[in-house]
């Protein structure tokens, strides 16, 4: 059953991003041909979606080294002393919910992670959604001519908008939230392994576009925020116990729901990814 059964199935949720593979029990572990099947599809949906799934955090750690290295998230609660890759984002509802702002992950880090594996442990009745978003459909749909201003662009990106919505009281503990020194990304890029070209800002990070005003700056990162979250380049996933999400942060940006009221409880695990370059 680890291997590809008859029942494998990739069903696409959204035109621009998203599919649900059917089939896969991965507790049974995953073989190189199954890995295959999975990889294809994260490149082309640039999200995957597994429900009714159990698997143990051995299992989900060992998923996650099949896509890369896994990365320290010092940040985050990590979710037991045997891993520290694998981080814990509990909420009730109760502290402002990791994520729930439209954002790439990391994209302060030089080498932005290329990507995350999210498992639900308890979801919600209602609410806790999350959202994301494909950054080739909103790269593809640009005028020629502004997709061509944008390629001459670079920005930096830093985390003191995170830094500032974390320092509250009642709010999921976070450490090493000191600002660091910014990373300097084209605006857009080349996915290194499609090919495609994506925007790379995002409203989390993305701090000034380099070499023209402040004004033109924040009128540009304005117009390119706005434009990026068209519900057109968006899918939503409705989250329940034994669901995994696995995406492709060089690609897309992402949203977590914060309203509900009821335990959430994911673990989650980032790929190392590649300095980010047209
Ligand atoms: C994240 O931004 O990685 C968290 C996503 C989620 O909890 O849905």
Known sequence: MGNISNIYRVEKLAPAIGAEIHGVDLAQGVDDALFGRIHDALMEHQVIFFRDQTIDIDQHVDLAKRFGKPLYSKKLKMYSEKYDCLSLLE?????????????????????????????????????????????????????????????KLTALH?????????????????????????????????????GRKALFVNSNYTQRIVG?????????????????????????????????????????????LDDYKELRRMRRVQIAGSRIVL
């Open 91 to 151: 909420n009730d509802g109760s502290k402002i919910a990791v994520g729930s702002v439209w954002h790439t992950d990391n994209t302060d880090f030089e080498e932005p992670p290329m990507g995350s594996l999210l498992y639900c442990e308890v979801a919600p009745s209602v609410g806790g959604d999350t959202l994301w978003a494909s950054m080739y459909a909103a790269y593809d749909a640009l005028s020629k001519s502004t997709q061509e201003f944008l390629e």
């Open 212 to 256: 023209v005003s402040d004004i033109e700056s924040r009128h540009i990162l304005q117009m390119l925020y706005e434009h990026c979250q068209r519900p057109e380049f968006q899918v939503r996933f409705r989250w329940r116990a034994g669901s995994l999400a696995i995406w492709d942060n060089r690609c897309t940006q992402h949203h977590a």
């Open 158 to 194: 830093d985390n003191s908008n995170v830094r500032r919505r974390y320092s509250g009281k009642d709010v999921i503990p976070m450490s090493g939230t000191n600002v660091e020194a910014p990373s300097e990304h084209p605006v857009v890029h080349r996915h290194p392994v499609t």
